[in-house]
């Protein structure tokens, strides 16, 4: 059975910053795309970071420079590490897993498994 459970998430104030966990059990964690998706209140659910089983990383426009995603093979963990926080990241983040191939694609429809989520609130 897999599972994705999320942590990390909480209140902070422009400019500073948060680290995500999702850990994952239940399936070959190393073979598969993880990803890191986010929803604000009222807008869509959109990728902001993936990571292919081989390490290569993808970045929302909006994130690049200040998030890094990474992954940690032997505990089957997802990161996000947040920097430089603004108050349009607020929203709820969810982790997510593509489990059958290793192609990271960008639309939420192609995982297949996903975590319950953590919100994110910051203010200014």
């Known amino acids: 059975q897999v599972q994705l459970v999320e942590s990390g998430g909480g209140s902070v104030q422009a400019g500073g910053s948060l680290r995500l966990s999702c850990a994952a059990s239940g399936f070959v964690y190393s073979a598969y795309c993880m990803a890191w998706f986010r929803q604000a209140p009222g807008k869509e659910r959109a990728a902001v970071a993936r990571?292919?089983?081989?390490?290569?990383?993808i970045y929302a426009d909006s994130v690049q420079g200040r998030f890094t995603i990474s992954r940690d093979n032997a505990k089957n963990t997802l990161y996000l590490q947040m920097n430089s926080l603004k108050p349009e990241d607020t929203a709820m983040y969810y982790c997510?897993?593509?489990?059958?191939?290793?192609?990271?694609?960008?639309?939420?429809?192609?995982?297949?498994?996903w975590g319950q989520g953590t919100q994110v609130t910051v203010s200014s």
């Open positions: 990571i292919g089983g081989s390490g290569t990383k």
């Open positions: 997510a897993a593509r489990v059958g191939d290793n192609v990271c694609y960008r639309g939420l429809n192609e995982y297949n498994y």
